[in-house]
């Protein structure tokens, strides 16, 4: 399993964040500044576990980095810690979307779609 946390950078577009991370996370808008302020992550969730969390994720990133935010994206698996980016992170969803499509498409043809 694969956990990520990402820390959103303070700059001086923290207002424009607040909003859209508050819209996607629902998360208070004082606990989202507070974390900016303070250098700590706005999500922390294991990344493979449902789809929904992969689904935000994606989103948050995207939305995130659309706005011009600068974020630090740390990868926690096989007890190894490391920073990456946004880009490698993208890639890994899309990946695993990608496998899970093929996966339902063999289901499909062994044992019929219902």
Known sequence: MMNISIIVKKDDNISKYIVMIRKITGIS???IKKSIQNGNPIIKCA?????????TVEKFITELINLGANLIIMKEE?????????????????????????????????????
């Open 29 to 31: 808008i004082l606990d």
């Open 78 to 114: 096989n007890n190894q810690i490391e920073k990456v980016s946004a880009q490698y992170l993208l890639n890994r969803i899309n990946g695993f979307k990608e496998i899970s499509k093929q996966n339902q498409q063999l289901d499909d043809i062994m044992y019929g779609e219902d």
């Open 47 to 55: 990344l493979f576990k449902n789809d929904d969390s992969k689904e």
